[in-house]
Each structure stands twice: as C-alpha cells, then as structure tokens.
C-alpha cells in the first residue's frame, strides 16, 4: 500500500494531467485560423461551399466566413483591403488589377477552359440550330448585350468572342446589369437582346423564368481555340497576404482541392450542396442535372496543385493586350503575378 505521501503525490500528478492533456491537444490541433472567402451565388462557388459543409476547411486548420460583394470590382477591393482572404474569380481581372499597380497574385488555376455562355432572348431574329460560332456572334451586331459590369469577366469574355469574328465591341451596345439574377428582368421588359452569363446555374433561372435559351458558349467545339483555352477560374490573393501567410494560403488551396475530389466522387451529394446554397433548397433535380456538366466543363482538365502554367499565364497576357486593359508598357510579368507555390516549369 503506498504511503500518505505517495497517494498524494499520485493525485497531484493525475490533476495535473487532467489540466494539461486538453492544453497539449489544442496545442497539437492548433487554433483554426479564420479565412473570409468572396462568393457568389452560383456553381462557380461550389468547392467552397463544399470545403465548409463537408469539413475540408477545418480538415486544414480553416474557419471559413464568406461575404457576398456587389460586384466582382467589390470583391477585389476587398481583397486588397484585407476583409477577404481569398477569392475564385476570372483571371484576366487579376491580371488587369495587377497591370494598374494592385499587389494581387494567382495563387492557382481551378478552371483551365474559357466557360461564358451567350442567353438571348425568346424573341428575335436569330440564326437557326446549327449555326457557326462565327455565324452566331456575327448576328449580335446591332444589339445590346448585358454583362455583369464593363471591365467584368463577361464583357471580357464578349468582347474576346466578337473580335475572334471580326467586330468589335463598338458594333454591340453593352449594358452592365450587376448580378446575373437582374438578366430575368432586363430580358423580360426587353431592355437587352442578350446577355452574357458566367454561371451554369444562372443559365437554367434565367431559361425557366424567361424563355431565353442558350445560344453560344466560349467552351462550344467550334469556339476559337484561342479562346477555348483561356482559364475561366482562378485563385486569387492579395499579395501581401499570400507573402506573410504561406502556409494559409496553402491550406485554402489543399481544402480547395479536397472539395473538388469530393465533388467528382459525389455528384448527388454535390447537388445537394449546390440546390442548398445555390437554389434555397428548391431546385435539387435542376441541380443534379448541373453538377455533371460543372465537373466536365470545369473540372476535367484542372491542373495537378491548381499550377499555373507559364503557356497560360502568356495567353492571358495577350488576352489583356487584345482586350486594351493592360497601360502601356505595363503587361503583367509571370514570377511577379503568380505565387511560388504555384508556378510552374512547364
């Protein structure tokens, strides 16, 4: 039998493990750090919401907020201001906010293929099922087109499209509407002819509540090879935020991937996700049928580690040249947009 002594000795050093073990476990887990995402309510945005539901966030030590912004603009204000961490977004915007001196960075490229889709509206003259990509964008001449802003990735994406046929964007009126959802109104009251959509999800509202239909899509097969293969999506981050938070960034980026995978092996459990966040919990069957033409459209080609490959990264330099976002002589340089992390031989 141990002694008086012993047994106390024995207490104490049991209260003290009681005291410590939950400590060292914390320590071991660390503290989550909180990253603020901007997002949208479309398809594009799914990985994160997938990232947060499904436990990828906190898998990598991320308590993941989210904030809807106005606009894309809003969103990348944001970001330089420090209120948003991260942010899935077109390309050609970071690379245009880089050229006029924001320290922003590509931290990766999620979407490789240029994937903007053309609705017009039920009414009008248009050119018959079957059409040439050429044919098709020839007749927007004339008409007046929405996009989500001027200087937005769907009025990039516009102008690209017409002058891969020979106009420009002064042969079309463009109108910027704001959030994709303002195109059910614009197109009913026949205040635009057209209009250029980044979303899947967005496409198939605006379809059951207008009549519109899909006319041409930058990711059609016989859309220019040129503009096929500009990325659709990236990761974006402040620069100096991605300099000072490596490991963070590296993080977001693993839960991103975790998120895709996911997404890949569970497409009824990702329609789920979707028709929660995406369609208020209204829409599932619409979202089953989404899902598959989201993970062949943005995901089938995604490259290994999000990398940013240097023959990308050059063809969306000459986008931004073609476009005229970039001042003169300012031309985003590869080792100074994209992050160590993500930058690539090949």
Same mark, same amino acid.
């Given at each position: ?209 207008? *009549?519109?239909?899909? =006319?041409?899509? %930058? #990711? /059609?097969?016989? @859309?220019?090879? &040129?503009?096929?293969?500009?990325? !659709? ?71 290994? *580690?999000?990398?940013? =490959?240097?023959? %990308? #990264? /050059?063809?969306? @330099?000459?986008? &931004?040249?073609?476009?005229?976002? !970039? ?20």
């Amino acid at each position: 039998m141990p002694s008086a002594l012993g047994r106390d000795g024995l207490v104490a050093a049991v209260i003290l493990c009681l005291v410590l073990l939950p400590r060292i476990a914390l320590a071991q887990q660390g503290k989550a750090t909180e990253f603020t995402s901007a997002i949208f309510q479309s398809e594009v945005y799914l990985p994160d919401f997938v990232a947060n539901d499904k436990g990828f966030a906190a898998k990598h030590g991320l308590d993941m907020k989210f904030v809807t912004p106005q606009s894309g603009v809003a969103a990348a204000q944001l970001m330089l201001a420090g209120a948003v961490k991260g942010w899935a977004t077109d390309p050609l915007i970071i690379l245009t906010a880089a050229s006029k001196g924001n320290n922003v960075k590509l931290a990766g490229i999620a979407t490789p293929m240029m994937a903007y889709t053309v609705m017009v509206s039920k009414t009008g003259d248009w050119p018959a099922e079957g059409s040439s990509f050429a044919d098709r964008i020839k007749a927007l001449k004339g008409k007046r087109i929405g996009v989500s802003g001027i200087g937005a990735g769907t009025d990039h994406a516009l102008i690209l499209m017409l002058q891969a046929v020979g106009l420009s964007e002064k042969d079309v009126t463009r109108i910027g509407i704001g959030e994709q959802q303002a195109a059910i109104g614009q197109l009913s009251g026949g205040a635009i002819d057209a209009f250029v959509s980044f979303s899947l999800s967005g496409n198939a509202i605006i379809q059951q509540q207008t *009549g519109a239909r899909r =006319y041409v899509a %930058t #990711f /059609d097969p016989d @859309a220019p090879q &040129g503009i096929r293969e500009l990325p !659709f999506t990236c990761f974006a981050v402040a620069g100096d935020f991605a300099a000072k938070n490596q490991e963070t960034v590296a993080n977001w980026l693993a839960a991103e991937a975790d998120a895709i995978a996911w997404i890949r092996a569970n497409p009824d459990g990702a329609a789920e996700v979707l028709n929660a966040h995406v369609f208020n919990g209204q829409q599932l069957e619409l979202a089953k049928k989404i899902i598959p033409q989201m993970i062949k459209i943005y995901f089938e080609g995604t490259p290994p *580690g999000f990398k940013v =490959y240097r023959k %990308t #990264f /050059d063809l969306l @330099a000459k986008a &931004g040249q073609d476009l005229g976002s !970039f001042p003169s002589g300012s031309t985003p340089k590869y080792e100074d947009t994209v992050i160590p992390g993500a930058q690539s031989a090949n």
